[in-house]
């Protein structure tokens, strides 16, 4: 014959269980109100007008948040140019190369905040190989994501800037 659990017990039992889906409840609430948080970041850059082979090249970065609340979990990429090559000495102590791409504020995959009406600057140098010849252009693609934040628009979130390699003589 089966023995009974005491009273007391199974109303531990049934508190315990409680507080377990008032605590699960709470972290599933919490999720959904990073999901809703809005934040329109953007990204542009400025670059020089032109360059010559063996030089490297300096890049702007601008992000700003337009909105009033905060943009969180933010990623800010330059997509390293094929031939083209990162110098650290030249760009923003924040900036750092992975795989290829140069991530800036913080390291990659971890993301910052910029709070709302807020603009952040860095500074991005690539050195241009002698080998790359003239009469070519470098076109440099940037982008900016927040991993916990919506951004409402993200046409604004990439941005490319055309620099053209000159000829030594020019």
């Known amino acids: 014959m089966a023995e009974r659990l005491p ?3 199974i109303a531990l039992l049934i508190l315990t269980l409680l507080i377990v889906a008032a605590f699960v409840g709470g972290k599933e ?5 990073l999901l809703t948080h809005k934040a329109d970041i953007r990204i542009s850059q400025k670059g020089p007008g032109s ?3 063996g030089e490297t090249i300096i890049y702007t970065l601008t992000v700003s948040n337009a909105s009033s609340e905060p943009a969180m979990g933010v990623l800010v990429g330059d997509v390293i140019p094929p031939g083209l090559s990162f110098v650290a000495g030249g760009s923003d102590a924040t900036c750092n190369a992975k795989d290829g791409i140069v991530f ?6 971890v993301g910052f905040t910029i709070p709302g009406g807020e603009v952040r600057k860095f500074t991005v140098a690539l050195a241009l190989p002698v080998s790359a010849g003239c009469k070519v252009v470098v076109n440099n693609r940037v982008f900016v994501e927040a ?3 919506t951004d409402p628009e993200e046409g604004d979130n990439v941005s490319t800037f055309t620099t053209p390699v ?5």
């Open 7 to 9: 009273r007391t017990s």
């Open 29 to 33: 609430l919490l999720s959904a109100q």
């Open 51 to 53: 360059v010559k082979a």
């Open 104 to 109: 800036c504020g913080a390291p990659a995959g």
């Open 147 to 149: 991993q916990a934040t």
């Open 166 to 170: 000159v000829c030594a003589q020019e």
